[in-house]
């Protein structure tokens, strides 16, 4: 009997004090747990802050690297490209003498670019030369000053009056260099030695080759005065001589 009692009071004891051990020990789990939870939030900041923190330091270098120039304005409060009038004329490669007569007629006139002038001018040789050969007379008047294209009419004619007629054609311009450039108020005038290769075949009135060869390139040398009246509203440059070069 006694210990039966005592194994009942053992027992008694035993499930008197059951719940507020499951209480200690539900405690302790949410404690481990809380601090788990933080040392995963912790991990996570850590892996966060090496991310951000390295993009924004990159981007701080970025914007705090070298700053292009900035653009100044005139009164008027329009931009203007910094260093625009010395990238309009080609110092290098120039005489003095052409470069002053370029500066010249950049200062009387202020839309003129060079290097627009000589893709112009290279234009300008290419439809010329078409236009002569094909006999076209308009466009050759668009183009040439009234000498120049008296003189391209005058050799048409006399083409024509031999029952000839012209079938060439521009390979390719090798070469356009400015050779003299000079401004005397109001006109501008601006001397290019072109080098080109020309297929030229000339045909008789029944179509017959009788000179040159389309299969043949000859080099073409020529030596072309554009000239242009600064207060004329037009931008436009007219060939007024032509010389072999």
């Not at 939030?41 to 701080?60: I, T």
């Not at 308009?138 to 183009?143: G, I, K, N, Q, S």
């Not at 008296?150 to 009056?161: L, M």
Request: aromatic fraction near 6%; glycine fraction near 8%; hydrophobic fraction near 45%.
């Amino acid at each position: 009997m006694r210990c039966s009692f005592v194994l009942a009071t053992y027992l008694v004891i035993g499930n008197c004090n059951a719940a507020p051990l499951r209480q200690g020990l539900s405690h302790v789990d949410k404690t481990v747990e809380i601090v788990i939870l933080a040392m995963i939030a912790a991990f996570l900041g850590l892996r966060l802050y090496s991310v951000l923190g390295r993009r924004a330091e990159h981007e701080e270098e970025v914007i705090q690297g070298p700053r292009p120039a900035e653009t100044p304005r005139t009164s008027g409060g329009e931009s203007v490209e910094r260093g625009a009038q010395p990238a309009r004329l080609p110092v290098a490669g120039v005489t003095p003498a052409i470069e002053r007569g370029l500066r010249e007629i950049a200062a009387a006139d202020p839309r003129f670019n060079i290097a627009a002038f000589l893709e112009g001018a290279k234009g300008a040789y290419r439809m010329i030369l078409e236009a002569f050969w094909k006999g076209d007379k308009e466009t050759l008047a668009e183009l040439c000053d009234r000498d120049v294209y008296e003189g391209f009419v005058g050799a048409i004619a006399s083409r024509e009056a031999a029952g000839e007629t012209m079938d060439n054609r521009l390979v390719r311009i090798e070469e356009a260099v400015i050779v003299s450039a000079a401004f005397e108020a109001p006109m501008a005038r601006i001397a290019i030695r072109f080098s080109a290769d020309i297929a030229a075949v000339t045909r008789n009135a029944s179509g017959q080759v009788v000179a040159g060869s389309l299969d043949d390139a000859v080099e073409a040398r020529d030596l072309w005065t554009f000239s242009r009246n600064i207060t004329s509203t037009s931008p436009d440059w007219l060939l007024d001589e032509t010389d072999e070069a």
